[in-house]
């Protein structure tokens, strides 16, 4: 679902273009998209990336690690120039991914992007997802229990 006021194509084309290049595993595709002075920040990451050699070292770093990735937008929302896109992402860790290595477990796993898209290119980028639970997939982390609750 797209909330979509006036004016927004050019926003909604970028994130489906980005999408896309997601899913076609194709980092110089996604690499055009991103601004010569992008700045991405993603939740599982000390530090921004900056410009499109960051934002494609970004996703080499998640191709690698989960050759088989596939994003699904849920629900994209636009206000201007900046977007927030929830999706689920999906796939099966089978590379090294912050110092872990493959796994071979699958995932599912949500997360939002808040994104500013200027000129067609996407300038900045906010990645929250769901470190916890890709962990939890990994078998990494263990399960939530709700049977030992401490008041």
């Given amino acids: 679902m797209t909330t979509q006021p006036n004016n927004v194509e050019p926003v909604t084309r970028v994130i489906?273009?980005?999408?896309?290049?997601w899913n076609a595993h194709d980092p110089q595709q996604a690499m055009h998209l991103f601004a010569a002075d992008y700045e991405g920040f993603d939740i599982s990451e000390a530090t921004p990336r900056h410009g499109?050699?960051?934002?494609?070292?970004?996703?080499?770093?998640?191709?690698?690690?989960f050759p088989d990735i596939h994003f699904t937008?849920?629900?994209t929302v636009v206000q201007g120039d900046?977007?927030?896109?929830?999706?689920?992402?999906?796939?099966t860790h089978r590379g090294h991914l912050m110092n872990i290595p493959p796994t071979g477990q699958t995932f599912v796993v949500d997360g939002v992007s808040f994104?500013?898209?200027?000129?067609?290119?996407i300038f900045r980028g906010h990645y929250i997802?769901?470190?916890a639970e890709l962990l939890r997939c990994l078998k990494l982390?263990?399960?939530l229990s709700d049977s030992k609750v401490v008041a």
């Fill in 52 to 65: 499109r050699r960051g934002a494609s070292e970004w996703v080499e770093r998640y191709l690698r690690a």
């Fill in 129 to 131: 997802w769901d470190l």
């Fill in 16 to 21: 489906g273009q980005l999408t896309e290049a």
């Fill in 82 to 91: 900046s977007a927030a896109v929830m999706w689920t992402v999906q796939g």
């Fill in 115 to 121: 994104l500013t898209i200027k000129k067609n290119q």
């Fill in 73 to 75: 937008g849920r629900q």
């Fill in 141 to 143: 982390l263990p399960e």
